[in-house]
């Protein structure tokens, strides 16, 4: 694409920029973050913008956020593809492919009401990352499309 066709969202100087996310996924990768847009910093949010990769990716930028390992680790569950542009003082500093966990622990309920880890009794939820979902240790419900709406963090 020529560069002035091409869309333009301010680099930014020190955070994180989430690249490739998949298209149409950025507000939940938002949602597993925690950010609401009621923060100080700033967010720029690309959606359904061209990829030559992807055909269609989301893009997020995050000013002066980095982000923990739990949260990568769901991150990788919806957003398969995803880069984690480290930035510090305007340069990518580090850039790393998300991967799939073997498991996630503590990060997602179990949308099976009846489970044990839904009981008032605190246990760490736990569940197994497969091919096409995740399957809750304690009680083998598997989540397949719906886990941004199961995030605990
Ligand atoms: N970026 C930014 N602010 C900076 C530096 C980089 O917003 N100060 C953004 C770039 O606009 C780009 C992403 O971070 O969307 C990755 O930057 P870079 O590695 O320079 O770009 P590419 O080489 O195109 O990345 P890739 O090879 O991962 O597609
Ligand atoms: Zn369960």
Redesign the pocket.
């Known amino acids: 694409m020529s560069p002035d066709r091409e869309l333009r969202?301010s680099?930014?100087?020190n955070g994180t920029?989430i690249?490739h996310i998949t298209g149409g996924q950025s507000l939940n990768v938002l949602a597993i973050l925690g950010i609401d847009g009621s923060e100080e910093f700033s967010l720029s949010i690309g959606m359904n913008v061209p990829s030559d990769r992807l055909g269609r990716k989301d893009?997020l930028?995050v000013e002066g956020r980095e982000l923990s390992q739990s949260e990568v680790d769901v991150l990788s569950l919806i957003a398969p593809e995803a880069?984690i542009?480290i930035?510090r003082d305007?340069?990518?500093v580090e850039?790393n492919r998300v991967e799939r966990p073997t498991e996630v622990v503590g990060v997602l309920s179990c949308p099976n009401r009846n489970c044990i880890s839904n009981d008032d009794e605190p246990v760490e939820t736990r569940f197994a990352v497969m091919d096409d979902g995740v399957r809750c240790d304690y009680c083998s419900e598997i989540l397949r499309d719906r886990i941004a709406e199961h995030i605990d963090v």
Do not use: A, F, L, S
Request: hydrophobic fraction near 40%; glycine fraction near 0%.
């Open positions: 969202v680099k930014i100087r920029v690249d893009i930028k880069t542009n930035v305007y340069e990518v850039k």
